[in-house]
């Protein structure tokens, strides 16, 4: 399984690396920007920050998924399932691979924007101030018998939520990838059906999600068990998945 892992890993190691250095440099900027008292530099450096983070892990993402896909209707990797190796540990190993990266990813950009975030509050003391009196305003609002607020915490948690929220979507959409590639291969509206196919599994697990988060009480604990449903629901995906091209696929 390590050695598939690997095999996935160079695949996508040269868009990583580029993001990375990209992101370096980004960094950079932001930082010279801060400590020599230039807003332009600094700003640019932010945005660029966000910006980055936002797209590196979306287009993690999507390159696994094109990689599936070139791998199903290509001749690109047709040695790696002629290999003594089943259906579920090559999937496996793209889909640990492509989970671990986004996790890996969310935990280095959810780092560096809280320590960005702290060296811009000990550099200028005023926002300090300014977001104490925000969190001041905030904690007199309730939603739903809680008071509003923002921390770490909640932060860290929408993190999680979003990122497995990603991951659950990733996985949807190799099913549908599989699905066209070993059962509607060469069936009229092959891309369309999939497509559809997608958008109902991505409807009924949101759904499915609702009904099981909406008895949960608090903002963190909401978030954290959305974040684990959708774990669950991306293992049941790979599941499936696998079994297909266990059964259906042909090479």
């Known amino acids: ?11 996508t190691q040269a868009t990583k690396l580029m993001l990375l250095a990209i992101t370096a440099i980004a ?3 932001y930082l010279i920007g801060l400590y020599t008292e230039h807003e332009t530099p600094m700003a640019i450096g932010m945005i660029a920050l966000v910006f980055l983070a936002f797209l590196g892990i979306f ?18 990797s047709y040695m790696l399932f002629m290999t003594p190796n089943s259906s579920y540990k090559i999937l496996g190993a793209k889909v640990l691979e492509c989970g ?41 609002i309730t939603i739903n018998g809680h008071a509003l607020e923002i921390n ?4 860290a948690s929408l993190a999680f939520l979003l990122l497995s929220s990603w991951i659950l979507t990733i996985n ?13 291969n060469g069936k009229r509206f092959n891309g369309f059906i999939s497509f559809v196919l997608f958008l109902l ?24 068990v959305y974040g684990c449903c959708a ?14 091209m266990e059964r259906k696929l042909s090479v």
């Open 27 to 29: 960094e950079i900027a």
């Open 201 to 224: 599994l991505d409807f009924g697990a949101a759904r499915l999600i609702h009904l099981v988060t909406q008895q949960i009480h608090g903002d963190i604990p909401t978030m954290l």
């Open 152 to 155: 770490i915490r909640v932060m």
């Open 59 to 76: 287009l993690v993402g999507v390159e696994s998924i094109a990689t599936l896909h070139r791998d199903m209707n290509t001749r690109q």
């Open 231 to 244: 774990m669950v629901l991306s293992a049941v995906m790979y599941f499936i998945t696998a079994q297909i």
């Open 100 to 140: 671990l990266s986004i996790l890996l990813a969310g935990a280095f950009f959810f780092a560096l924007g809280v320590l960005d975030i702290s060296l811009l509050f000990g550099k200028v003391a005023s926002l300090q101030q300014m977001w104490n009196a925000i969190q001041d305003f905030l904690s007199n």
């Open 1 to 11: 399984m390590l050695k598939l892992m690997k095999y996935e890993f160079r695949k």
């Open 172 to 184: 949807m959409a190799y099913l549908a990838v599989v699905i066209s590639a070993a059962l509607l």
